[in-house]
């Protein structure tokens, strides 16, 4: 056995260090969300016994701000003070049972210790819940307070927690209104499921979105572009694609080349899905998809079932990405029983979120 070289145990405890920091920071934060739920509830509690009674509410913020501004520093804006109020006020509900109520400091003042047990002192020597529900950072649950509909909300808290989504990530998210467009595609039950497991994916239409938004593009809205340069804008940014094409997306090759009978053709995106265990083709199309644009990506798909794809992996999918499509082209095209081929739009901008609240408040 060879020995380690002085390069091996930098990288080791180079490795070692940062993972501490980074526990240490995770555990942090979650002390630090887990003890603004807390002050928040303090304050409600606080009302609720009478105290901020003919509009002092806003008072005793601002004199709690100024005192604890001055003693703890930054952090405890009114505003701020605002938002953990907010937060309890949400999560109470969902998560109260699973959080230890922080226990009274014991004084041997009988006035002091009512005192202590109605506003629920934390003492130095008690720690915050062992295991705490909240796994997001404060910047996200400040993002995820702004929106209103719960069911809305509890699909972007846990897939932030499952793709461990940056603040940035989580924002573009639902700006694009990823929950109104993957429950676009589904029924009542299923949309219902989204806000208790998230974006679960099962089959290949669980994997599919329509639209798609590629505000990322930076693309003119005009039809001033080919589909070369789309291809090229994807893959310029391929990050961000993979990011709005969802969880378990791997890209694997562009314009890849196959030769039938003579003749040769280019698929223009290849990826392959973790979770389905298949390939995924996209074609690209900037204008109005045709009934032979939907014949030649299901010779693509046939081919990779055939000649690509091993015996263990799954059906290959094929997704086209167009700027229009008519709907009863592709329902005779490809007829009901198909679960391979799909067609999606796709948008340079972010859609109208309102719309697309109103239609899915339908299914």
């Not at 001033?224 to 709005?244: G, Q």
Request: proline residues 3%; aromatic residues 10%; positive net charge.
């Amino acid at each position: 056995m060879s020995k380690p070289t002085t390069i091996q145990l930098f990288n080791n405890i180079k490795t070692l260090v940062g993972q501490s920091r980074r526990e240490v920071y995770r555990v942090a934060n979650i002390a630090l969300v887990e003890t603004y739920f807390h002050i928040g509830r303090m304050i409600v509690e606080f009302e609720q016994s009478g105290n901020s009674r003919a509009g002092y509410a806003q008072q005793t913020l601002k004199n709690l701000s100024e005192k604890l501004t001055g003693v703890l520093g930054k952090g405890f804006s009114i505003d701020n003070l605002e938002n953990m109020r907010k937060f309890y006020l949400v999560y109470k509900d969902e998560y109260s049972k699973s959080i230890s109520r922080p226990p009274a400091r014991k004084l041997s003042n009988k006035k002091s210790a009512t005192a202590s047990r109605n506003l629920n002192i934390i003492p130095k020597s008690e720690t915050l819940s062992r295991k705490s529900p909240f796994l997001l950072n404060w910047s996200h649950y400040m993002l995820l307070l702004s929106i209103g509909d719960s069911n809305e909300r509890k699909f972007y808290e846990i897939e932030s927690a499952s793709g461990q989504w940056s603040v940035r990530e989580l924002k573009r998210n639902y700006d694009s209104a990823l929950y109104q467009r993957l429950a676009l595609s589904r029924n009542k039950k299923k949309v219902k499921e989204l806000s208790r497991k998230g974006h679960v994916i099962e089959k290949p239409a669980d994997a599919v979105k329509d639209p798609y938004v590629l505000e990322f593009l930076n693309l003119p809205q005009k039809d001033a572009y080919t589909e070369n340069d789309l291809e090229l804008a994807i893959i310029d940014k391929l990050e961000h694609f993979l990011l709005e094409l969802g969880k378990g997306f791997l890209f694997v090759e562009r314009q890849k080349r196959i030769r039938l009978d003579g003749d040769d053709y280019k698929i223009d995106l290849v990826f392959y899905h973790r979770a389905l265990r298949c390939f995924v083709l996209i074609d690209l199309k900037i204008g109005t998809l045709q009934h032979k644009d939907l014949g030649q990506i299901q010779m693509y798909v046939n081919y990779y079932d055939e000649e690509i794809k091993a015996p263990e992996e799954n059906k290959t999918i094929g997704i086209i990405l167009c700027r229009n499509k008519k709907e009863s082209t592709i329902k005779y095209t490809l007829g009901k029983d198909n679960k391979q081929i799909f067609a999606s739009k796709y948008k340079i901008y972010f859609p109208e979120k309102q719309l697309l609240k109103i239609v899915t408040q339908n299914i």
